[in-house]
């Protein structure tokens, strides 16, 4: 009975404490809340007006982006901002090249490209194969302009107005509608790469590519469906033989290595 008692005493002792201790933290969360934030304080964000509704300007009246959500955010934006506006088109390896140079504090850096990563292009074969996973292939664009305390925007560069200093660029908001905007510069570095080549082979504009993680993730999902179709009882040889049979256009880097990584996944 005794035993019983006591028990029954120290659970109490426990229950009651640790209600005593969610009370404090609670009311100690609420109270912190309470003398920090404010309407005063909402007011003090330090964000310009102009990020938030750029002015319209250009020869087709669109908005210009001369000031970034951050550019007052500490005393060091506030210096970044006023350098001279360096705006780089693209994020392979000419733009990645370009910002390995820099110095930091040097420009105001501004990156715009497509994706929001850039993709070690070598490795492209072994990850349609599966032999490497696509996640080492890539690495985020703002990790690497974090470096020179740049600004990244994910968009295409579709114009230029050489005389107003303006790069047209096109975004595409959360709802999938287009839009445009102008993004100023003092300098520009046009790094955007090139697009796949037929060489006019009739026939290649409908096969698949292999210079993206897309290209790389189309590619490994028909040859395994290839496989396993190959693979059913009833497939007709004929069939089969077709399924298994992969043409390789192109001697160059890629093609080699597609078709090195290609015969070792067969076997």
């Keep these: 009975m005794r035993l019983g008692l006591s028990v029954a005493k120290y659970t109490a002792f426990l229950i009651g404490s640790a209600s005593a201790g969610v009370l404090l933290i609670g009311g100690s969360v609420f109270i912190h809340d309470a003398f920090t934030y404010s309407e005063k304080h909402l007011d003090r964000v330090p964000v310009s007006p102009l990020a938030l509704n750029p002015k319209l300007g250009g020869p087709k009246n669109l908005p210009i982006a001369e000031v970034n959500l951050d550019?007052?955010?500490?005393?060091?934006?506030?210096?970044?901002?006023?350098?001279?506006?360096?705006?780089?088109?693209?994020?392979?390896?000419?733009?990645?090249?370009?910002?390995?140079?820099?110095?930091?504090?040097?420009?105001?850096?501004?990156?715009?490209?497509?994706?929001?990563?850039?993709?070690?292009?070598?490795?492209?074969?072994?990850?349609a194969v599966g032999t490497v996973q696509v996640r080492s292939l890539v690495e985020p664009l703002r990790k690497i302009i974090a470096r020179v305390r740049g600004h990244f925007l994910n968009g295409y560069a579709v114009d230029l107005v050489m005389s107003e200093q303006l790069l047209e660029v096109e975004t595409i908001e959360s709802d999938g509608k287009k839009k445009r905007l102008y993004v100023?510069?003092?300098?520009?570095?046009?790094?955007?790469?090139?697009?796949?080549?037929?060489?006019?082979?009739?026939?290649?504009?409908h096969c698949f590519q292999l210079k993206t993680i897309s290209d790389a993730r189309n590619v490994r999902r028909r040859v395994l469906d290839n496989f396993e179709t190959a693979s059913l009882p009833t497939t007709t040889p004929e069939e089969r033989k077709?399924?298994?049979?992969?043409?390789?256009?192109?001697?160059?880097?890629?093609?080699?290595?597609?078709?090195?990584?290609?015969?070792?996944?067969?076997t």
């Design 71 to 127: 550019d007052e955010e500490n005393e060091e934006c506030i210096r970044m901002a006023g350098k001279p506006r360096l705006v780089i088109v693209g994020g392979g390896w000419g733009a990645l090249g370009v910002l390995k140079t820099l110095n930091p504090g040097d420009y105001h850096v501004t990156v715009i490209a497509p994706e929001t990563f850039s993709t070690f292009t070598p490795l492209l074969p072994s990850a």
């Design 184 to 205: 100023p510069y003092d300098k520009l570095i046009i790094a955007v790469g090139s697009v796949s080549s037929t060489h006019g082979v009739p026939g290649l504009e």
């Design 242 to 266: 077709r399924l298994l049979t992969f043409v390789i256009c192109g001697g160059g880097p890629t093609g080699i290595e597609t078709a090195a990584v290609r015969a070792g996944y067969a």
